[in-house]
């Protein structure tokens, strides 16, 4: 969890950018959260189960 003191400016600036809105300048209770997945499936329909995951570790297989 990080502070909207302890975000780095470049990852705020690229959120507002993206989002059209920067909760820096809105309240300061918001905070900030680092994901990382370790896992990620795509999964539609029963034929498409197998190869379904796409990271594994947090690096990409595909």
């Known amino acids: 969890m ?3 003191e302890e975000l780095p400016t470049e990852v705020g600036d ?3 950018a993206k989002d059209g809105w920067d ?3 809105d309240h300061p209770s918001y905070v900030f959260f680092r994901v990382t997945p370790q896992v990620l499936q795509a999964w539609g ?3 498409e189960m197998t190869g379904r995951t796409l ?3 947090g690096k990409w297989l595909v």
């Open 55 to 57: 990271m594994r570790d």
């Open 2 to 4: 990080l502070t909207r």
């Open 23 to 25: 909760p820096r300048k």
């Open 45 to 47: 329909t029963v034929p």
């Open 14 to 16: 690229a959120f507002a």
